[in-house]
């Protein structure tokens, strides 16, 4: 993707606008700023960094859901060093299990751990499983559960896969698109990762499942953002928090200010150019006039995976080395553990360590609606339940809800946000959706942040297709028959009835 020789004249570098102080829309304002265009960020709440953040609680620090900073773009790689010192980083060790009736199973595989855990009997039953799935496949591999069974057996796909994936989307994995095990899973089969725990390579990465080791900011993601906003701000653009954008004005095919809501009331903002890392569905609910009756459907239509976080403060010795645990075991609700200590002794205090217990949700259920108390209550008895940790030395409890974390990929959500991209084409050219909920994508962090580097480049002339991203040969993972690359294609799942995108 070369850029063109055009360029944008100094007037549209006036008065750009960005919505959202996440990954995808700091870099926005970062890159502006570099080519000497200082822009106004609004974003919605008190805190930098989107799901990136990094939680400070009465010294505690810690994040929502894990991040590694570990990416194939070298252009992100490099701003990550432009914005943070190298002091600032770590290099930290990848250690993570998978927990299983009452057992830690060892990820990447070891053969002896795994053995030693199922038992020789169980064990030859999963490779006689997995050699029969060789001879017999799944009829439907269409599917999650088809897909995975196919290459592992149903015996290993029941131990390591079915129950943490239906936990994280909340469907029965039947109802969740190959698509998405090509993405996560990407390289990794049962032959490869029984080859990787006879003969290890260090700090193997050709399985992208098997990366022993990752940067990460000592002080958490957060440090990261929390840097750029002091950068971009240092250099003249304005970072607004608490700031709700409500409308997107648009006249004669380009949109030409945004209305945002403060405690102090309304303000708006003219634009010469938009870039957007609110949900899509959201953007377009808010353009004034309104979008056409098909359009706000197809809005509305996009859905949102939520998450919470209870951190509960235990003494050190209560912890494990893990950077995370996956919570196999289907006869609690928790879904992930965190050990915050283990990421960064900098995240934690002397002595002690924090424990993020993970719940995916969906906005509005039983979870979500409960009590902080309850909540910590819960996250309590669980670890009690999987016999982790004792309830007594849990010393202090924090709750944090993340509206909005995960887009959900349902069996429409492609023709719907077809359907917004070609309205924002024909209308507001000059509105540019980026990131993760911006474009309604599976985006990691740094594929993100690429969004946004390639938009600014559009907006100095150049002509990237950013929706391109992760599914060309760059971010080729895994290929299907014909050759073509699924990339960090999304999982499909079925339509279901929700709160609507605005």
């Known amino acids: 993707m070369e850029p063109t020789q055009q360029k944008s004249s100094e007037a ?36 930098v960094g989107g799901i990136s953040r990094t939680v400070e609680a009465d010294g505690w620090r810690f994040d929502i859901g894990g991040h590694r900073f570990f990416t194939k773009v070298p252009a992100v790689e490099d701003l990550w060093h432009e914005i943070l ?74 131990i390591f896969f079915k129950t943490y994936t239906e ?4 469907v029965p994995a039947t109802e969740i698109s190959a698509d998405w095990a090509a993405q996560r899973i990407k390289n990794l089969s049962l032959s490869k990762a029984v080859l990787n725990a006879v003969l290890p390579k260090r700090n193997q990465k050709e399985i992208a499942s098997l990366i022993e080791e990752f940067q990460y900011p000592k002080y958490g993601p957060g440090m990261m953002w929390q840097r750029a906003r002091d950068e971009v701000e240092a250099g003249g653009t304005k970072v607004l928090m608490n700031t709700k954008v409500t409308k997107v004005r648009h006249h004669a095919g380009k949109a030409v200010s945004v209305v945002a809501r403060t405690d102090g009331g309304e303000s708006e903002y003219p634009v010469s150019h938009l870039i957007s890392s609110m949900p899509i569905g959201s953007l377009l609910a808010a353009m004034d006039p309104p979008v056409p009756d098909e359009v706000r459907q197809a809005a509305a239509d996009l859905h949102h995976r939520d998450f919470l976080t209870v951190a509960l403060v235990v003494p050190e010795s209560a912890g494990f080395p893990d950077n995370w645990i996956y919570v196999h075991e289907p006869g609690v609700r928790l879904g992930r553990i965190q050990n915050f200590g283990s990421w960064s002794p900098y995240l934690v205090k002397d002595g002690r360590t924090c424990l993020g217990l993970e ?6 259920d039983d979870l979500w609606e409960m009590p902080d108390e309850a909540l910590v209550e819960l996250g309590k008895a669980e670890l009690a339940t ?36 070609r309205w924002l084409d024909a209308n507001v050219p000059n509105v540019h959706p980026v990131g993760r909920n911006g474009m309604h994508k599976y985006n990691n962090q740094d594929h993100s942040m690429y969004t946004a580097m390639l938009t600014v480049e559009n907006i100095l002339g150049a002509s990237h297709d950013i929706w391109k991203v992760n599914v060309e040969g760059a971010y080729h993972e895994i290929a299907d028959a014909a050759g073509a690359s699924t990339g960090r294609d999304a999982p499909v799942l079925p339509s279901r009835a929700g709160p609507s995108a605005g």
């Open 386 to 421: 999987l016999g982790l940790v004792d309830p007594a030395v849990v010393q202090e409890g924090y709750v944090v809800r993340m509206p909005k974390a995960y887009p959900v990929y349902d069996d429409t959500y492609k023709a719907n946000v077809e359907v917004l991209r």
């Open 167 to 170: 936990k994280v989307w909340g």
């Open 12 to 47: 549209e570098l006036d008065d750009i606008v960005i919505v959202g102080a996440g990954p995808a829309g700091l870099t926005s304002a970062y890159e502006l700023l570099r080519h000497g265009a200082r822009s106004t960020v609004l974003e919605s709440d008190s805190v």
């Open 359 to 364: 719940y995916f949700v969906f906005e509005g």
């Open 85 to 158: 010192d190298e002091g600032d980083f770590l290099l930290r060790p990848r250690m993570s299990r998978i927990f299983y009736d009452g057992k830690f199973f060892d990820y990447p595989l070891k053969a002896s751990n795994a053995l030693r855990n199922l038992g020789l009997l169980e064990s030859v039953r999963c490779v006689a499983s997995y050699a029969w799935a060789r001879v017999r496949p799944p009829a439907d591999q269409s599917n999650f559960e088809g897909w995975v069974a196919a290459r592992f057996g149903w015996r290993l796909y029941g």
